[in-house]
């Protein structure tokens, strides 16, 4: 993330080049950015989102700003087709999380005791 209102898709060559970003999110370190409208359009791009809580119809609870819905717009916006994967620990699970017009469900949850698809 830029510290804008946007966030930068980067190309992650190495799980060794991260570093802890913007709310304690570990980030790649690179400088390379790609743009949505230029992702592939085969369905080959994976977006890892974070979150603090999530329930079992993909619904999580992220850290506030928004970024990676307005991320995944744009995506949608571009036709890029893309698999969302919301990375948490199974106590995060809750029965439901409140939704918003704006929050966009990611399509699979993993964590250390299972994966759930939607």
Known sequence: MTGKETMEFRVIDSMKRFE???FGVMEPVTEEVILPETLSADGDVLVIVPGLAF???GHRI???AGYYD???KMMNAAGVKY????VFYEWQRHDAIPVSDHDVA???I???EGIYKQ
């Open 62 to 64: 992220g850290f506030g």
């Open 20 to 22: 802890e970003g913007s």
């Open 83 to 86: 698999t969302t994967v919301g």
């Open 106 to 108: 990611v399509d699979v």
């Open 70 to 72: 307005r991320f995944i």
């Open 110 to 112: 993993v964590t250390e």
């Open 55 to 57: 329930d079992g119809k």
